[in-house]
Structures are given as structure tokens and as C-alpha cells.
């Protein structure tokens, strides 16, 4: 204490008063004078030695703004000059340089609305740094977690600890501390000698939403570090102990559905090994977690989620499809009942009880064996038994008798001969029961085993496939997105978010990352280089672009980009000529000035192939149509003399260009394979990899699983058994064929009668064969049969079994139907034009024939040589043919125009015509028009012209 008596001790007050004054004058921003303006001034203490704390940083903020800042002086005096009437957090904080961690807590202060000077005394305590390296990650989600804060928590109570009003929450949130004090996110400052653990918050888009995810950080006996101390922790280990404890969620409730389904009597084998599968997976997932290798865990942790994902999606899709289903087979079968019924008895009343009985029989049958009659109760199930009976017998007995109509232009109505067509194939069957026992038993055997012994799934995964044997020079990954939200029919890729090129860098394994921008292509030119249209912006980084595709060896003038180098382009040997310029000239590039540092090769650029395989140079769209026609865009690749290169960051200040692909190499020894599977996993993005095994791609995707294909041979032979059970049948109704034909029956009522026994066989054959088929799968939980089969549990399979039968047996029939054509030709009759003519259009005529896909050139090449064939006629002839063809994602156009005209005439007799062969997206088949613009008897008579042609074909067929 000073003595205030003694003219010397007033003397060091003063004294000391000015050092006081003199040293926190630098500290004040403004003029002392300013109105408005309020002091906020203190000191900052050690808090165990009370000691001053020498340049320690003070900063006051608003909110998120920094309003002032500065540092103490020796004596721990700070003062701050900050606008009155507004609220302020104060923070203190200190670190000395020679120590590994922050060797001070940070001290926090609350102000509210000052209107005066504000004194504050900041206690630092002793504190020590915790680094949170790598990511967070989800199995969930391969969207990259943003979004998270670090809480420092109490052991004891799970509270985050608060240290005079200084809760300790860092990450990227506002509430956390970090970004106050100029730390890194993943850069915690704790208290010092205090046990603490870490809670992680993380928000996480899952399915379009996103969801709160909380982890505890901790070890055994908690975390602990002394004064100054430094501990890294990776935090994919402990979000790895996170991803494990929830998949132990979704597998328990995975189980407890297998187990739902199975008291129900599904059958449920290969669902009950994909469960074990997965469940082995966590267990070596534990066991990457125990010795570190918290990358593969991760990753074959990601694989099993996705299975695991699938498989209940499955799970819960067969059963809501055996709760709706059995209403349909209650239907199938009542149907087929009463086909068995009408097929063996010719009195009605006998039809109707068989029909009952055997509807009866086989919907107790369907209610023991199919799981999906769990679902309705008994008295339910016998309400629909009874009406589908009903409603079989409706159509099968009341339909025939309104199937009636009146002859025109002396021709019977196909609904005419329906029902005698299948009265004569009825008897013809029950004729020759012998020959129809076997064949329906060898229907009946083939629709039992496609339903019990084959299995056809879509899955969703990781699907790695080689697309290439070709070796490209150089060995690494090329990234791109999936397409998305830009996926318009004429993009060429979908851009990639920027923070992608940072998370390839994060890994340890990648050596060399080459991000690359370009334009989405454009029918217009983005802008021009002194007046030259250009269509193409290429962006680069050039240092990795020379190290991954030797782009640096193409430049034949001037010299090559430098990373960073702004406003500076390439161009390629064809656009320096055309723009007359040379190296280093300043060009105007849209509303930039940039300058040409160098030329390459245009042939080298152009030729430029990216480890995808694909041209490296940008796209534009081309319209590839002929005049007149309607337009058919295709993005193609720039002209070299259409683009230009530049650096990355110039490139994407441009409009509408984009980062389109990264390439990646690896350092020596690394997997590329499987570093592509992880990139995939991880975010779902499409991954070319390029090694000496050759081109790989990798992506997340579906694919389509088949199990029990070998049954494809016995299936084969049944099927052509049944092809020459019908060819005998035709062979041994010579005689009936002629005599039917002597009453009236052409070849397609003839053919007819086969279609219907096929018909009728493949009906009771796929009913029978679909209900044995449900049993089997009773008899093979019986006997404890572990086939890895799923379960045909939905009506669409008896669609599928219906169809085996019916191809199975019309594929007989349709040989027997050629051969009936052979036996008796039928006449040729005359067509007529339908419809009104209008004046000026086209009359348009439907042609005779569907022409597959796999033939329709080869169909138009003949339309085409014989139509030329009557160029040189003497009475009428083709002259001034054009040839057509448009393929787009709606439709598929093949097209001939021509004319014909007679010769000679003096008012000769001429027609314009256009063969137009169309097919639509998702048919088969081409549909054959002519249209025809003329007289109306000439019209008539070119359709009798490309008619003959085209029946020509059909007979050479």
C-alpha cells in the first residue's frame, strides 16, 4: 500500500496513475469524446495466482458480428470502446505458444444494454486443447454431416459443463464457442485436471429429413488431461460404436418381423440367411473396431446397413402383397375350378356342382398353405369363395349367350365363332384324354417348379462391374455424380457439390486430386472470344491435370497454365489461326479481359480420353434433324476451335459452368478398387476405377437376382414335349382338318381350335401348378428344405405361372397353326379404304403386319428394293424415294416416301405416299401406316401395291 502522507508516496500515485493512463490509451478504437460511445474496461487474472495475465486477446461481439478487440497490457488492463444501448458477450482467452494444447479456459462475461462504463475482472482457469480429427459418420446417410456441435459434459450428471456463465460447446452451430474465439470447429479447449466426456450432436439427412443424432466420446475412467495437454481423438471410432449400437435397432426389429412372418407361415429361408449374413458382418465390424481400422468397419458396415435396409423393405413388401393378393387367387382359382368343370361335364347342373365342389377344394386348399389368408377372417374368406364362384359361373355360362352378332358384308363376327371354336376344342380334348393327361401334367409339373424352385428379386446395393478390359495408362478413380435434379434428357452429367474436392483430399490414401469444371451443353453459344462463338469453357487445375492426363504435353506454343493463374487461357492451334492472334495477346472473353498463355494441340485435345474413357473436352447440342423435321437434339463434343481452357476458379465464375468429374490417383499399394466401393458407399457417387485389372465402375444402384436357373434345361424340354404333342395332334387330324374345311372353317378357325385346347390347358395347368407350387413350399418347411428361393406370394406370380402354361402350349399351338395354313390356303380378300377423305390430307391406311424390333431394318430394306423394282414399269412406276429414320426416348420411326404415277396417260393417275413404321417406348413391336395423298381409287391402288409386298415378306417369313 502507498503512504498518502509523505510527498513521495502521493508522488508514485501520480506516477503510476499516468504509466495506467498512458498504457490503455492505444487500446480505445475511437476519440474519447465520441457520444454514444461506452467504455468497457478490465483486467484478466490468472485464476489460481490472481496474477495479471499478460496479451491476453478480449473480444466483444453482437450476436455473430465482432465489434471490438483487443489485448492486455503487462498489468492485465484491457479497455474497449463499443456503442451504448446494445447487448455484448465478452470472451478473454490466452494460450502460451511453447505448450502443445491451450493452456487457459476461456472466461465469458454477458452485458446487457450499457449506457455507462463497465468494469470487469476475467478469470482465466487452467485449460488443455481436445483436436476431434476426421469426420462424422452415419450408416445411414451418405450426405455429409455440416451440421454439429461438441459438448463438454459432467461424467456425473451428463450436464455440459459451465464455468462462470462459459458453457463449453464448440462445432458449427452459433451457440458453439469456436468461432469466437478463432478456433476450428473440431478444436475443443477443456477445463484442465476436471474428468470429462464429450457428447456429440449431429444433424443427419436420412430419407429426405433430417434427424437429431447424440454419441457419447468417452473412454474408460473418462477423459482427463493436465494444463497445457493435448489429446487427438477420431471420432469415427466412437460414431462407429454409435452406427453398431443402431444397427443392433434395426436388426432386432429385422428379426422380430422374420418371426411374425414365420408364425404366419411364410417361407422364409434365404430372408433368414441374408439376416445371419448381416449379423456376421457386425461381428467382424467389432472386431476392425477393437485394432483400429475404423475405415473397412465403417465401410462393410455401410454394405450390411444397405442389405439390411433391403431386406426388410422386402420383408414388409410380400407382406402387404399376401394380404392383398389373396382376394385375386381367390378369383384364379374359382376360375380354373370351373374350367376343370366344364372341360370333363356336358350337362349344366353337373358343370355347377363340380364347379362348386372344386372351387370349394381348392380355396381350402389355398387357405391352409397361403400365408397371406391370415389376414381375413374365415367368415371374410368364404364371403369372396363364394361370390368369385358366382362370378366364374357368370361369365362362363351368361357371357356365351350375348357373344352374338350380325353378319356384315357376309363375314361372321370373330364373337360369333368364340364360343363353337371352344366347344370343338373341348371335345377334341376329352377325346384324347391320354395325350391331354400328359400334357397337363407336364404343364401342371412345369408351373409347380418355376413357383417353388426359382426365385426372381430386385435388390438394392453396392454393384462393382468391370466395363472395359481396356488398360488406361493411368491408374485411379474418376468421381461423378449420380444423375439427379440437373438429369434433363440432354445433360451429360450432373454437377458435383465444391466440398467434394476437399473430402477426396481428407483421405490419407489419395495422392493427387484433379477437379474439373465445365459447361452443361447448350444449343447457343455461352459467350464469345472477340466476337468467336464459343460453346465450351473447360476448368481445370492445372498442376493435377498434368500429373493424372498429361495435359501439359499437348501445349505446342507459348506455355502452360499455372495453378491460381486468373484471366489466363489456352487455346487450341484451329482457334489461333481463326482469331489471327498469337501468345500472350489480351483477347476479350465475354465481359473478360484475359490473356492467351499458350496453344495446344487441337487433334491432341480432341482426342483426349478421361479414365471413364470419355473425351475430356466439353459438350454442345446439335440438332441432327433434316429440314422440315421435327427436332432431334444430341449433345456432341466442342469443336476444337469452339472452346477454350482455363483455371478452375476462373471457370466456375462463369455462368453455367459446373465441377463435372474429379480424378483421383492413389498412392502405391493402395486398392483402387476398393477405394472406389468406399467412395460409392460413402456418398453415392458413380466411380470409374482405373487399374491394370481394367475399367471398373462403382455405384449404388439396383440389379436384379435370379436363383434357380438351371432348371432352364428340364423347362426346355417340356416345353418342346408339348410342342410335339400338338404337331402330332395336327398330324392326326389331317382328315378332320380337311373335313372342316369342306363346311366353311378357314385356316384361322382351324388354327383357332388349337389356340383354344392351349388355353384351356395352360389355365387348369398354371392354376393347379401355381396352388402345388404353394404347398411345396408347406411340405419344405415341413421337412426342414432350405432352398434359397423367395417365396411367391403375390397374385402377379400366378400372372407369371399362367404365362409359363400359356407359352409353353401356344408355342405347339402356333406350329400347329402354320402347319393348318399349309394343309388349306385360304383365299386372298379384298381390303377396303375406311374412313372419310378430307380434302388435302393424306388418307391413312393401317397395314397388315407388326414388325419386331430386332427385324424392322431388314423389313424396310425390302420394302424399299421392291418398291424401286416399278421405277422402270411401263404402266405405273416409283420414282423419287427418301429414307427416314428418327430414334428419340418416346419413339422409334422408320419412314420410306415416294410417288406413284402411271405412265404414258394423258391425265396420268399419282399418288404421294410415306410408309411410316413406328414403335413407342416399351412396346415390341413396329406398327406399319401408309399415308396416301391422291385419288381415291389411285390411293387404293397403291395400298394394294405395298400390301402385296409386305404379304411377300410375311410368306418368306
Same mark, same amino acid.
Given at each position: 500500500?502507498?503512504?498518502?502522507? +509523505? ?12 504509466? @495506467? ?8 478504437? +475511437? ?47 484491457? &479497455? ?58 452415419? @450408416?445411414? %446417410? ?29 462445432? %458449427? ?5 469456436? !468461432? ?6 473440431? !478444436? ?18 436420412? =430419407? ?28 469415427? =471410432? ?41 449379423? &456376421? @458382418? ?20 455401410? =454394405? ?90 357368370? /361369365? ?115 495422392? /493427387? ?112 434433324? $433434316? ?6 437434339? !444430341? ?71 435370379? =436363383? ?103 408355342? +405347339? ?7 393348318? @395354313? ?53 404402266? $405405273? ?25 402411271? /405412265? ?54
Amino acid at each position: 500500500m502507498f503512504d498518502l502522507r +509523505g510527498g513521495r508516496g502521493a508522488a508514485s500515485l501520480c506516477l503510476l496513475l499516468i504509466l @495506467v493512463i498512458l498504457t490503455l490509451w492505444p487500446a480505445y478504437p +475511437g476519440e474519447a469524446s465520441d457520444e454514444g460511445l461506452v467504455t468497457l474496461s478490465g483486467r484478466v487474472i490468472d485464476f489460481e495466482t490472481q496474477r495479471p495475465i499478460e496479451n491476453a486477446t478480449v473480444s466483444v461481439w453482437e450476436g455473430q458480428v465482432l465489434i471490438a478487440q483487443g489485448n492486455t497490457n503487462s498489468l492485465g488492463i484491457f &479497455g474497449l470502446r463499443v456503442p451504448e444501448g446494445h447487448n455484448y458477450r465478452v470472451y478473454a482467452y490466452m494460450d502460451i505458444p511453447n505448450t502443445t494444447g491451450w493452456d487457459y479456459l476461456p472466461a465469458f462475461r454477458e452485458i446487457f444494454s450499457p449506457t455507462g462504463d463497465v468494469n470487469l475482472t476475467m478469470e482465466l482457469r487452467p485449460g488443455a486443447s481436445v483436436i476431434i480429427d476426421n469426420d462424422i459418420q452415419f @450408416v445411414d %446417410t451418405t450426405s455429409p454431416i455440416n451440421a454439429y456441435t461438441y459438448e463438454v459434459i459432467d461424467p456425473e450428471t451428463g450436464e455440459t459443463l459451465n464455468i462462470e456463465g462459459y458453457e463449453l460447446i464448440y462445432g %458449427t452451430l452459433e451457440e458453439a464457442r469456436g !468461432h469466437f474465439l478463432n478456433l476450428n470447429a473440431s !478444436h475443443l479447449i477443456v477445463p484442465a485436471d476436471i474428468s470429462f466426456n464429450i457428447r456429440v450432436n449431429a444433424s443427419a439427412l436420412v =430419407k429426405g429429413r433430417y434427424i437429431l443424432r447424440s454419441f457419447l466420446i468417452d473412454e474408460p475412467g473418462h477423459l482427463r488431461l493436465p494444463r497445457g495437454g493435448l489429446m487427438h481423438l477420431d471420432v469415427r =471410432k466412437y460414431s462407429l460404436q454409435y452406427n453398431l449400437e443402431m444397427m443392433d435397432g434395426e436388426v432386432a426389429k429385422t428379426k422380430a418381423k422374420i418371426d411374425e412372418m414365420d408364425k404366419l407361415g411364410f417361407y422364409l429361408t434365404l430372408e433368414k440367411q441374408r439376416l445371419v449374413r448381416v449379423s &456376421g @458382418v457386425m461381428e467382424s465390424v467389432r472386431f476392425d473396431l477393437l485394432r483400429g481400422d475404423y475405415v473397412n468397419g465403417f465401410k462393410e458396415l455401410r =454394405k450390411a446397413y444397405i442389405e439390411l435396409t433391403d431386406l426388410y423393405a422386402s420383408l414388409t413388401g410380400t407382406y402387404r402383397s399376401a394380404a392383398t393378393s389373396v382376394y385375386i387367387l381367390i378369383f384364379f382359382l374359382a376360375f380354373t375350378s370351373t374350367t376343370i368343370s366344364f372341360l370333363f361335364f356336358e350337362k349344366l347342373w353337373h358343370k355347377t356342382a363340380a364347379s362348386g365342389g372344386l372351387t370349394a377344394v381348392t380355396h381350402l386348399l389355398l387357405h391352409e398353405i397361403y400365408p397371406g389368408a391370415a389376414y381375413i377372417s374365415a367368415r371374410s374368406f368364404s364371403t369372396f369363395s363364394l361370390l368369385a364362384w358366382c362370378s366364374s359361373l357368370l /361369365v362362363t355360362i351368361v357371357v356365351p349367350h350375348f357373344m352374338k352378332g350380325r353378319a356384315v358384308a357376309g363375314r361372321t363376327p370373330l364373337r360369333n365363332i368364340i364360343v363353337p371354336i371352344f366347344s370343338l376344342a373341348k371335345r377334341s380334348l376329352t377325346r384324347r384324354r391320354l395325350r391331354f393327361v400328359l400334357t397337363l401334367s407336364s404343364v401342371t409339373i412345369l408351373v409347380m417348379s418355376f413357383v417353388t424352385l426359382t426365385s426372381f428379386t430386385m435388390g438394392y446395393g453396392l454393384i462393382l462391374r468391370r466395363i472395359s478390359r481396356q488398360i488406361v495408362p493411368v491408374d485411379g478413380v474418376l468421381v461423378r455424380a449420380p444423375h439427379g435434379e440437373y438429369s434433363e434428357t440432354w445433360s451429360t452429367f450432373t454437377p458435383l457439390d465444391a466440398a467434394s474436392v476437399e473430402w477426396l483430399m481428407k483421405h490419407g490414401e489419395v495422392e /493427387v486430386v484433379a477437379p474439373k469444371a465445365e459447361n452443361l451443353p447448350t444449343l447457343i453459344p455461352l459467350l464469345t472470344l472477340n466476337g468467336r462463338p464459343i460453346y465450351g469453357i473447360l476448368g481445370i487445375l492445372p498442376s493435377a491435370e498434368a500429373k493424372i492426363l498429361g495435359l501439359d504435353r499437348l501445349v505446342e506454343e507459348g506455355r502452360y497454365l499455372l495453378d491460381g493463374e486468373e484471366n489466363a487461357i489456352l487455346i487450341s492451334d484451329r482457334l489461333k489461326e481463326d482469331l489471327g492472334v498469337e501468345v500472350n495477346a489480351t483477347l476479350r472473353l465475354g465481359g473478360l479481359n484475359v490473356a492467351v498463355v499458350g496453344v495446344v494441340s487441337g487433334e491432341g485435345i480432341k482426342g483426349l480420353r478421361d479414365l471413364d474413357g470419355s473425351y475430356v473436352i466439353p459438350n454442345k447440342l446439335v440438332d441432327l434433324s $433434316a429440314p422440315d423435321e421435327p427436332p432431334d437434339i !444430341h449433345p456432341l463434343p466442342v469443336e476444337v476451335d469452339e472452346f477454350v481452357i482455363c483455371d478452375l476458379e476462373t471457370a466456375l465464375r462463369m455462368p453455367g459452368v459446373f465441377l463435372s468429374r474429379i480424378d483421383a490417383t492413389l498412392r502405391t499399394g493402395e486398392s483402387i478398387n476398393d477405394f472406389a466401393e468406399r467412395v460409392a458407399l460413402e456418398r453415392n457417387y458413380n466411380v470409374w476405377a482405373s487399374s491394370e485389372e481394367g475399367l471398373y465402375i462403382a455405384r449404388l444402384g439396383t440389379y436384379f437376382q435370379a =436363383k434357380g436357373l438351371p432348371l432352364a434345361v428340364p423347362w426346355a424340354i417340356v416345353v418342346l414335349n408339348v410342342v410335339i404333342t400338338m404337331l402330332n395332334s395336327l398330324y392326326e387330324r389331317r382328315r378332320e382338318i380337311s373335313i372342316l374345311s369342306s363346311v366353311g372353317l378357314n385356316p384361322s378357325h382351324i388354327a383357332g381350335i388349337f389356340i383354344a385346347e392351349a388355353i384351356a390347358i395352360g389355365l387348369i395347368g398354371g392354376g393347379v401348378g401355381y396352388l402345388l407350387g404353394l404347398g411345396m413350399y408347406k411340405v419344405m418347411t415341413l421337412l426342414h428344405i432350405a432352398l434359397e428361393v423367395r417365396q411367391k406370394v403375390s397374385a402377379l406370380w400366378c400372372l407369371g405361372a399362367l404365362g409359363i402354361a400359356m407359352t409353353a402350349v401356344i408355342i +405347339g399351338a402356333l406350329s400347329a397353326l402354320k402347319g393348318s @395354313v399349309i394343309i388349306t390356303p385360304s383365299l386372298m380378300r379384298r381390303w377396303r379404304i375406311r374412313g372419310r377423305e378430307e380434302f388435302g390430307k393424306p388418307i391413312e391406311i393401317d397395314l397388315p403386319i407388326s414388325v419386331p424390333s430386332d427385324e424392322i431394318d431388314d423389313f424396310m430394306d425390302y420394302l424399299l428394293r421392291n418398291l424401286r423394282r416399278y421405277e422402270d414399269d411401263p404402266v $405405273a412406276r416409283t420414282e423419287r424415294f427418301k429414307v427416314w429414320r428418327e430414334d428419340t426416348e418416346e419413339r422409334s420411326v422408320r419412314g420410306i416416301k415416294f410417288i406413284y404415277r402411271t /405412265v404414258g396417260a394423258a391425265f396420268a393417275d399419282y399418288s404421294t405416299n410415306r410408309i411410316v413404321a413406328e414403335r413407342r417406348s416399351g412396346e415390341e413391336f413396329y406398327t406399319v401406316k401408309l399415308y396416301s395423298l391422291g385419288e381415291r381409287r389411285w390411293v387404293h391402288q397403291t395400298g394394294s401395291l405395298v400390301r402385296l409386298i409386305i404379304m411377300r415378306w410375311s410368306t418368306r417369313k
